[in-house]
């Protein structure tokens, strides 16, 4: 079974500081996707990021990065330079692919990791 | 409108109540999700609807019932809810796959925080 782990509950810090967030997944199978979302105080989730499990190159978009490590069933993100805009509760979400004829529309969430940037 | 809207964004209603909860998405995609946010919970996975037919019914009670008129509306209607039924629900969208399969990004709505008394 699927399942995903993000052990930081909450994590606070003041602006302009480095902040990784953690995510953990389990799954069985060898073709998977991952997933982060961010939730602002406004509700929705916003999709940020989508990775296959064959490309374990890491990505830079902005102040974003995200370190995808297969050995370690990690998938974790980081925000340079923290901006107060940037609080918000954090997904981390693995969809299993099934076989051609198949389907997987099914998103394992994580519990979420809500950040608090402090002027 | 872009992306995917979700009306009302608040809902108070009480138990013997019938209510609407209204999706439509703008996007083109052909499937749509219902999910359900309570406090402190995963999302929960309530339908799915692709090429407008229902998919998965995630062990939902019947008090919710889903309607899916075209590949770009969605509806969850509401009967006799409960207080713990309370809860931010999250409308999606998804472009399904070829050959039936779909593991592809899910786009959501803002949600409708939704209070029953």
């Known amino acids: 079974a699927q399942k995903v782990t993000q052990a930081q509950t909450e994590i606070s810090v003041v602006e302009k500081e480095d902040v990784t967030l953690d995510c953990v997944y389990e799954t069985r199978d060898t073709t998977y996707y991952l997933f982060w979302y961010k939730q602002p105080p406004s509700g929705e989730l916003v999709f940020l990021i989508r990775?296959?499990?064959?490309?374990?190159q890491n990505e830079i978009s902005g102040r974003y990065s995200w370190n995808f490590q297969k050995s370690t069933s990690s998938f974790n993100f980081t925000i340079t330079a923290s901006q107060v805009v940037d609080s918000a509760v954090y997904f981390c979400a693995l969809s299993e692919a099934k076989d051609s004829g198949g389907s997987n529309y099914k998103l394992t969430f994580g519990k979420g990791t809500l950040l608090t940037v402090n002027p | 409108e872009t992306g995917v809207t979700q009306t009302p964004r608040h809902l108070v209603m009480g138990m013997t109540n019938k209510k609407s909860l209204k999706c439509e998405q703008h996007?083109?995609?052909?499937?749509m999700y219902w999910y359900k946010q309570s406090a402190k919970k995963p999302l929960e996975l309530m339908f799915v609807?692709?090429?407008?037919?229902?998919?998965e019914n995630n062990s939902v009670p019947s008090r919710f019932s889903p309607e899916c008129p075209n590949s770009s509306h969605l509806f969850l209607h509401l009967h006799t809810l409960q207080p713990e039924d309370s809860a931010l629900y999250l409308c999606?969208?998804?472009?399904?796959?070829?050959?039936?399969?779909?593991?592809?990004?899910?786009?959501f709505g803002p949600g409708t925080r939704l209070t029953v008394l």
């Open positions: 996007l083109g995609h052909n499937a």
């Open positions: 609807y692709s090429l407008e037919e229902r998919v």
């Open positions: 990775r296959n499990s064959f490309d374990e």
């Open positions: 999606a969208s998804s472009q399904r796959g070829l050959a039936g399969g779909y593991t592809d990004t899910q786009y």
